[in-house]
């Protein structure tokens, strides 16, 4: 969630938003000068400043480890949802490519709810991912499963967004 303002009657301004993967990027306009009928949004551009790995195996590389997002779960559930595939197939590349490197599977929760059901759900969610890279063709033996709960968050818990950033998988290396 990303809030900024603009000042009036000035053109040529810009705003910079924090990196996200994400399909969509909405913008809810509250304020539109007066003007009760239409705002002009004009000349977007993205730009990429280079902070951020190209990739999951070059993020691994650099950090040994990596927050993924694009693994998705319904609420409560463990069952993983078929929108995870790419980011599994990124996890699963990474494996073959490094075969020998024991990988790390960690749930996180955000911290809604009860904590030992956190903790329980996070683990599942950790060995559902374990158990589908295993079925796509990874090494059983390089993978191990963690459930954290909503004990490591990276953001905030007092937003949606922030919650939304602790609702995570992290891939790390083991060793």
């Known amino acids: 969630m990303a809030s900024f303002r603009l000042e009036r009657n000035k053109n040529g301004q810009s705003v910079r938003i924090a990196p996200v993967e994400a399909r969509w990027l909405k913008f809810v306009i509250t304020s539109n000068w007066g003007n009760t009928t239409w705002t002009e949004l004009a000349a977007f551009a993205a730009y990429d400043d280079g902070s951020r790995p190209a990739g999951f195996a070059e993020a691994m590389k650099k950090n040994g480890k990596v927050d ?34 024991k990988l790390v599977i960690e749930g996180h929760t955000d911290n809604i ?32 499963a963690a459930g954290y709960g909503a004990t490591q968050p990276v953001a905030d818990n007092d937003s949606a967004a922030g919650r939304a950033k602790n609702r995570r998988v992290t891939v790390r290396l083991k060793g």
């Open 68 to 101: 993924v997002y694009g693994i998705y779960f319904d609420f409560a559930s463990a069952a993983l949802r078929s929108e995870s595939r790419k980011a599994l197939d990124e996890i699963l590349t990474f494996h073959k490519t490094n075969p020998t490197q």
């Open 113 to 144: 709810g009860a904590d030992k059901a956190n903790r329980e759900l996070s683990l599942r969610r950790a060995r559902a991912v374990v158990d589908t890279l295993v079925k796509m063709g990874g090494g059983a033996r390089q993978f191990d």
